[in-house]
């Protein structure tokens, strides 16, 4: 050995080799000339052997391929290569013949030759000759060695190769099979491979047969390769990665040569080194799917392995794009994303077949209580026939919320444990983003399918189901909600859970009933107490809104994401509430009549009805108000005219129960009423009249209020405002129409017969119309002299003034400065007005009445339409004088026809023509035409004329037609009637028709009240023949036998 090593140090004769030289290119060489080009061409010098290439013209990226053989016998020699441009000018050729370098220099590389074994291709930069010279670019050369005596040793590269492989595998071997990794620090740290002695031997090798530091780096890295699994060898490997990527990749600025050139001719080799890399990226991939094994969040070492094993990606990605300059790469965050995915999904599958198991040893240490949660469970899954040893089952719901749990641990431990330690590509991966997501996608596909299994059968409570849904929306806001490709959409999981929560609502109604029932029970056994001294209501309401309320609250805190199923529960909610409050006032409606004579009970109901109202208003609010689903809103608007309806009813039915009270007082009003003496007007702008009726009305006025003052006081302590004001309106309704059928038109009576009332304030018209005609106009014989007798009832001008005083006086009794009924209100309600039309009639001419009856009274006719007696054929014509403006009637009475009529005795009709309207007091108003004898349809061909005169126009009158039976010593007896108002034919002035005739002519309420008024004039001929013409019906038929 010390021979050898001798030999070796000193370069004996001995020594020799034969050397294969071949130029094969060059890359960015400078231009030399002016044309901004050169003419290369290269020297091989080997000891003093010096050969040439071809010139290359105008090139500075030459290619030669040109191979020279030289031999050696010393090993200290070396290979110098220069090139250079040839120049061919004058000055070129003058300087050759001195002797002189004519050409230019462009650079040159020299080589070592004792660093040289084996074949080589290898880039070479070419490097300056002095400081003055300019050079660039690099030289591509091929050189084979082959020293004699050692031609079949190995070269130098692969013995060390060998040498640096069994110095790592017995280092392992050493450390236990683990990778004892150097503590050294700096800018070299990475050319550091091994402790001490190991570096200093292969530094050595290296030093004394040529081995670049590139090739020990690449060396070292396939040895680490096979160990890259053990701790803090992919840092290290990421770190001789990436430095092994700037020697290729960052190219001196006097080079052009690729980068792909550069690896292509590295004595490593470029297929193995490539195939080195893709074997480390495979490994890599299949460690990253599973890196929840490989790399427990539990160890910190293993997450800083995890760090550097993705760097370590990352620099096979960055080699495989800048030195191997492939187009598109596998991007090392598309390829770390994958892994992740492809880890959660078989993190998933496993958590869902294996929950139970992996839930009891998360979540539950003790023994007994896992014990216990099994029993259960399997009680409740039948015996887990259907659960499957622990899975998913129709019966039971178990399943899934611990799968959540599971799932929400998964994803925590990504969120603060890989996420921080995978954090290199921040815009691109987010752990703990990714995991959420396709968790949930995963868990949805699963979750959404068990759903639609329950929904068939519905073997679990619904009450269940609905702690399920709360846990499945916890998961999705907390940790899915904000993830990139669910972030402002509408989640899927409200669509699963409706038919359950729809069936929770509809359980709710039963539940919420029967609760409405026991607390209205309570509450009418406590006898409608009121809730507090201020609180007008009972408890009974509270009770039901607390009920609803609490449903609601359950709604609310669904906070469905989804609008249209939102919309769902709203409509369902809102028929929930419309059934459990009518079921509230059908209750108070049914036990109301038995408590109006209860006055603070009755007020308590009403004020329940209306706290109703308000609580519902409250509720519609809360529901979204003006944004609520419209068919919601609609139910709800509904319920509330409902109840609004209810209230006025229950108003209604408690002041219909105090109208015997209120009756009896107006009657007191009345008596004293009549008491008031003095005739004539009333000058009210007088202080003294006007003094003297305000005493006379508070004085009439007396009875009335002493009642109401009792009782509207209370109702004001007891009701509330809206409810106080809905029984103000009824009993306004009541004491004014009072005071209108009892005292202003009081029921016509004969004291002759003891007629009944015709016009009670009770009474229909019909009934009316028929007791009046019965009694005025029918068989008895009542003289309009007693009929006059009535008028003793009449009210005296001055009575009118107290009464119209003290109506004002009841007014702003019933406005209560403000807090009452509104004054528009009272000034405009039907009753009111219809009391004041009643007195300003007692003030009315009687042509102004006559006037009002014909504008008013327009179906007179109808009875004709519906029973018509016969017919007659009439021939009006209507005339105006141009000059003094008179108007003129014209009237024919051509025939009659079919007239119906039954008698023992001559049949003698004829027809009795009357024209009705103001200012005839002093014109002839009837005509009649000739009686013709026991002829059913006679002709009659008789003309009448009557004068009108200027003072109204014709629509202020109307011709009634009266057929009647002429009788002997006896009155006249009347087979119909026809009335036609000349309104009807003014536009066409004449008109010829056939008119119907009626047993009677039809009147409505005004009509009525104008002929009582009327009939109260018996010093009034016009009024006397008015009512009597107005009022006469057909009597009873012979009968014939």
Known sequence: MKA??????????????????????????????????????????????????????????????????????????????????????????????????????????????????????????????????????????????????????????????????????????????????????????????????????????????????????????????????????????????????????????????????????????????????????????????????????????????????????????????????????????????????????????????????????????????????????????????????GGPSIKSLDFWPKLISLIISVIEEDKNSYTLVLNQFPQELHVGQVSAELMWTLFSVDMKYALEEHEQHKLCKSIDYMNLLFKVKWLYNKYVADVPPYKGTIPEYPGWFEPFVLQWLGENDDVSLEYLHSAYDRDKKDGFQQTAEHSLFSASVVDVFTQLNQCFDVIKKLECPDPNILNCYMRRFAKTINKVLLAYADLVRRDFPRLTSREKTACILMNNIQQLRVQLEKVFESMGGNDLDPEAANILKELQSKLSGVLDELASMFANSLELKIQGSVQELGALLAKVKGGGNVALSKPSDRQNVSHEADMVLRPLMDLLDGSLSLYAQMCEKTVLKRLLKELWRIVIHSLEKSVVLPPLTDPGSNLPLLLSN??????????????????????????????????????????????????????AGGSGLKKTFLDKSPELQSLRYALSLYTQTTDTLIKTFVNTQTSQDQPSSEDPVGEISIQVDLFTHPGTGEHKVTVKVVAANDLKWQTTGMFRPFVEVNLVGPHLSDKRRKHTTKSKSNNWSPKYNETFHFILGNEEDPDAYELHFCVKDYCFAREDRLLGVAVMQLRDIVEQGSCACWCALGKRVQLDETGWTILRILSQRSNDEVAKEFVKLKSECRGQEDVVV
Request: charged share 25%; proline share 2%.
């Open 4 to 389: 050898v090593k001798q030999s070796v140090l000193d370069g004996t004769s001995k020594w020799s080799a034969k050397l294969a030289i071949t130029v094969i290119c060059a890359q960015g060489l400078i231009a030399k000339d002016k044309s901004g080009t050169s003419d290369p061409y290269v020297t091989v010098q080997v000891g003093k052997t010096k050969k040439r290439t071809k010139t290359v013209l105008q090139d500075l990226n030459p290619v030669w391929n040109e191979k020279f053989y030289f031999e050696c016998h010393n090993a200290s020699d070396r290979i110098k290569v220069r090139v250079w441009d040839e120049d061919d000018d004058f000055k070129s050729r003058l300087m050759s013949k001195f002797n002189r370098e004519s050409d230019d220099f462009l650079g040159q590389a020299i080589i070592e030759v004792r660093t040289l074994s084996g074949e080589m291709d290898v880039w070479y930069n070419l490097e300056k000759r002095t400081d003055k010279s300019a050079v660039s670019g690099a030289i591509r050369l091929h050189i084979s060695v082959e020293i004699k005596g050692e031609e079949k040793v190995a070269p130098y590269h692969v013995q060390y190769t060998c040498l640096h492989e069994n110095l790592f595998h017995y280092l392992c071997e050493e450390a236990g099979g683990s990778v004892k990794l150097p503590v050294v620090k700096g800018d070299d740290a990475w050319k550091v491979y091994f402790d001490d002695t190991a570096q200093e031997i292969v530094d050595e090798f290296a030093m004394r047969y040529g081995i670049e530091s590139i090739y020990q780096a690449m060396t070292h890295f396939s040895c680490l390769s096979s160990k890259y699994m053990c701790a803090g060898v992919p840092a290290v490997m990421s770190t001789l990665l990436a430095n092994i990527n700037a020697y290729y990749a960052h190219t001196t600025s006097n080079t052009a040569v690729s980068a792909s050139d550069r690896f292509a001719a590295s004595n490593f080799g470029k297929e193995k080194f490539v195939k080195l890399l893709d074997q480390v990226h495979n490994s890599v991939r299949i460690d990253l799917s599973m890196y929840r094994n490989n790399f427990p969040a539990s160890n910190p070492e293993k997450l800083q392995d995890l760090k550097s094993t993705v760097d370590l990606l990352t620099s096979i990605t960055f080699f495989r794009m800048k030195v191997q300059e492939l187009s598109s790469p596998p991007r090392a965050s598309q390829v770390v994303k994958d892994c992740v995915k492809a880890c959660m999904k078989s993190t998933y599958q496993f958590l869902y077949e294996n929950c139970d198991e992996l839930y009891q040893r998360e979540f539950q240490t003790d023994a007994t209580e896992k014990e216990q949660q099994q029993q259960a469970q399997q009680k409740e899954s039948g015996q887990g026939q259907d659960g499957q040893d």
């Open 762 to 815: 009770t009474a229909k018209i019909e009934d009316v119309s028929r007791l009046f005609l019965n009694h005025v106009s029918g068989k008895q014989q009542v003289s309009f002299l007693e009929l006059s007798k009535e008028a003793e009832k009449n009210l005296t001008p001055r009575q009118c003034a107290v009464l119209d005083m003290a109506l004002d006086t009841i007014k702003q009794y019933f406005h």
